[in-house]
């Protein structure tokens, strides 16, 4: 007979307690990461592109008996990807719905999300609002869909993509909340850009709000409590306390939308108001660049099969042997630039990240006229890439429309719509997608049960396809169209000066929007390579006269709208100086801008005053 099971013996009075204790444990330090760190301050990243077949060696495709699951990788992370932006916004939008505090949208979030839509060695159970929402989600997610295979890759793979996705989701609200609160104040209060400008000066302004006798002041006062600021006063740009007034914004033109089209007006169609989501998403089906560090490549290895030294138990001493022994890293390594340790590919281009070292800073130059052959006064423009004119008045130009020819990108998109079309089942999944682009989260989860249903299906028609092999050849294409364009602009033998427009269509805090005609920035980069660019602020350049300093005002033309009725209307690129010396002339926008560029960069090479047709004074 089984006697009864007793309890463990009173612990005797005399002995001590250990006291409890607050001391937090010490925090695990990597080597690796302490050492990056210290090679930050003296070194500087730069990253070097070729394909991934001229980067890895024969063994790197072949290992003894065991091939490199690259392609596995890579669809299993785009997979990943797809679905942790979806679960992230269907967080969101419950935690919205439920007027709920938004959790900081950083690279933890991301990592869990990831974490809970890949299929794992090891189950991990999804707790918090995180785990009511990945209910939601499943809920609404195809049954017949496997989940990505996040074997390996959890740590190294998905730690990466963690971090982008928290950079695209903190840039995408940053830099986007100033245009859609300006947009939002236009139709909300009936009034035009200049006056919403004016409001939005004073709702976003760090200092404190002067009450000026306007109608407006009430406005500005209300929505001043409502902005998120830092310390100093100014606009934050925290991804989470963005969110609700995004939300806000959101909503209204959803709203909008749904009533204009309901109202029957025969003399004008409502033309519906373009939406967003409310965190990014990826971006269509194709395979995205992932970055593969000394932990990326320890799973890719295990993935495959290959029996090498655990974390923490040997791998740390011999990791630069595979890398080594995997790819030609000492082909692109030279005396100043060493292999960083990571990698960014698609699975057919990548890039070398490398380090090199830092440029000490030495003094400032001072230039003058004497010490160039040839001036130029570069305007990027907003329909042509861009429009430079020399001392002698000779003019080069660059469209929009010639630069994407050149460098096989329309190519490339006709391509794409001749393989779409050849497949039933893939134009049909396209065509009949319902929008992501959504303010509810019914309709968020419409989208997530149709698209999911047919993931697999356009994931796997986007990595058979060539479609990375046009993309490489475009940016290939693209590099060839710089070079040549730096040629035209740079003779050789010629000391050469560019005064190049700082604006280039990406003023966030100004009245302009929209994005450039095209790679502005990168031609800038590539020009300074051949000559030398001297930043020229543009402000009022395309609105005054080169000839007599006389602001210029629009020319209007007649035009068939959309609803085939004939309006007047402002002709962007044609402007009309109405000074009498000038006898009625009418210039080109940006024939006149990269003219007055040009007289603004002789004037800062002989060291003269900014004139004042090109100053705020001319204002007053």
């Known amino acids: 007979m089984r006697g009864r099971k007793r309890l463990p013996p009173d612990k005797p009075s005399y002995e001590d307690e250990t006291p409890p204790t607050n ?22 990243y730069v990253a070097v592109k070729t394909t991934l077949n001229a980067f890895r060696k024969r063994g790197g495709r072949f290992l ?29 939008l419950r935690l919205l719905k439920e007027e709920k505090e938004i959790p900081k949208s950083d690279a ?45 890759i959890n740590q190294g793979w998905c730690h990466n993509a963690a971090n982008q996705m928290a950079t695209m989701t903190k840039n995408a609200l940053s830099m986007n909340f100033y245009r859609r609160f300006h947009k939002f104040l236009k139709r909300t209060y009936m009034i035009d850009g200049r006056k919403a400008y004016t409001l939005l000066q004073g709702i976003l302004s760090h200092e404190a709000y002067v009450p000026r006798g306007t109608p407006f002041d009430a406005i500005v006062q209300e929505w001043r409590e409502k902005i998120p600021r830092k310390a100093n006063g100014k606009l934050t740009d ?13 909503k209204d033109i959803e709203e909008r939308n749904l009533y204009g089209g309901q109202v029957n007006d025969e003399r004008e169609q409502y033309r519906e108001i373009r939406v967003f989501s409310i965190l990014p998403t990826k971006k269509g089906f194709e395979c995205s660049h992932m970055k593969m560090c000394q932990l990326g490549l320890w799973g890719l290895l295990k993935r495959a099969g290959y029996t090498i030294p655990n974390r923490g138990g040997g791998w740390e001493e011999v990791r630069n042997q595979y890398w080594d022994k995997l790819f030609n890293i000492k082909k692109f390594e030279t005396a100043n630039r060493k292999f960083a340790g990571e990698i960014v590919t698609d699975g057919k281009a990548v890039s070398i990240i490398m380090r090199k070292p830092k440029r000490e800073a030495g003094p400032v130059k001072t230039y003058s006229e004497d010490d160039f052959d040839v001036v130029w006064g570069l305007d990027p423009g907003r329909r042509d890439m861009f429009v430079a004119t020399n001392q002698w008045e000779e003019t080069v130009s660059c469209s929009s429309k010639e630069f994407y020819e050149e460098d096989r990108y329309t190519k490339a998109k006709q391509k794409i719509r001749g393989w779409q079309d050849c497949n039933p089942r893939v134009l049909e999944a396209i065509r009949n997608m319902p929008t992501k682009k959504t303010a509810s989260l019914e309709k968020l989860k419409v989208y997530i049960a149709f698209m999911t249903q047919r993931m697999d299906l356009l994931l796997g028609f986007a990595q058979l396809k060539p479609f990375r092999r046009l993309r490489l050849r475009s940016f290939i294409f693209m590099k060839k169209k710089l070079r040549q364009l730096c040629e035209q602009l740079v003779p050789r033998g010629k000391r050469v000066v560019v005064g190049f427009g700082d604006w280039s269509n990406q003023d966030v805090g100004g009245i302009i929007k929209k994005s450039p005609a095209g790679p502005v ?13 001297i930043p020229i602020a543009e402000y009022r350049t395309s609105k005054v006269h080169f000839d007599c300093e006389h602001e210029l005002k629009h020319q209007y ?19 009309h100086c109405l000074n009498n010396g000038c006898h009625g002339m009418t210039m080109n926008r940006d024939v006149n801008a990269s003219r007055n560029m040009l007289r603004l960069l002789q004037c800062k090479l002989r060291n003269e005053d900014r004139p004042v047709a090109y100053t705020r004074q001319a204002r007053t």
Not at 239 to 248: F, I, M, S, W
Not at 521 to 528: G, H, Q, S
Not at 558 to 574: A, M, P, S
């Open 238 to 250: 925290d991804a989470h306390r963005l969110v609700p007034l995004t939300y806000t914004f959101l």
């Open 108 to 152: 933890n979030l991301f990592r869990s999300c990831l974490s809970a839509v890949m299929k794992l060695i090891i189950d991990r159970k999804v707790k918090g609002e995180l785990g009511e929402s990945l209910k939601v989600y499943n809920a609404s997610r195809c049954v017949r869909s496997p989940q990505a295979n996040g074997a390996y």
């Open 557 to 575: 033309s007649q035009r068939l709208c959309r609803d085939g009725e004939i309006r007047t209307q402002k002709v962007h690129t044609v402007l």
């Open 521 to 533: 920035k990168i031609f800038e980069r590539e020009l300074a390579r051949y000559c030398t660019v």
């Open 23 to 44: 001391e937090e444990k010490p925090r695990v330090k990597r080597p690796d990461r302490a050492q990056r760190i210290i090679d930050n301050k003296t070194t500087d």
């Open 64 to 92: 003894p008996g065991r091939a490199l699951v690259w392609e596995e990788v890579l669809t299993n992370m785009n997979k990943g990807i797809l679905e942790a932006y979806l679960l992230a916004n269907v967080h969101v």
